[in-house]
Nanobody, 117 residues
Framework: QVRVVESGGGLVHSGGSLRLSCTLS????????MGWYRQAPGKQRELVAT???????NFADSVKGRFSISKDNNGKTIYLQMNSLKPEDAAVYSC???????????WGQGTQVTVFS
């Protein structure tokens, strides 16, 4: 079973920045569509950004120009750099590794991002 661990969440002032990390227990990022999702209280989970190999990225309209997604050369980790954070960005951010068909679809436990104005 591949484990997915997120880190980097926290409390930040509006306009501030955070970097989230997502690390897999196996060196298989290159085989997966890696994505960050978020869910705020009372709302549905939404896609924030994805990154694939060969390099291709996709962002939700609400975060374009403010967030970036990247991969580490270690083959296990991706990052979500979040700049110019807004209160509406506050949510639990979860990392998804869709590694099918070679492997399975995996989710992390999530990390809380709180933005105060």
């Amino acid at each position: 079973q591949v484990r997915v661990v997120e880190s980097g969440g926290g409390l930040v002032h509006s306009g501030g920045s955070l970097r989230l990390s997502c690390t897999l227990s196996e060196n298989i990022v290159s085989l997966c569509v890696m994505g960050w999702y978020r869910q705020a209280p009372g709302k549905q989970r939404e896609l924030v950004a994805t990154i694939t190999t060969p390099l291709a990225t996709n962002f939700a309209d609400s975060v374009k120009g403010r967030f970036s997604i990247s991969k580490d050369n270690n083959g296990k980790t991706i990052y979500l750099q979040m700049n110019s954070l807004k209160p509406e960005d506050a949510a639990v951010y979860s990392c998804n590794a869709d590694c099918r068909p070679a492997f399975e679809n995996y989710w992390g436990q999530g990390t809380q991002v709180t933005v105060f104005s």
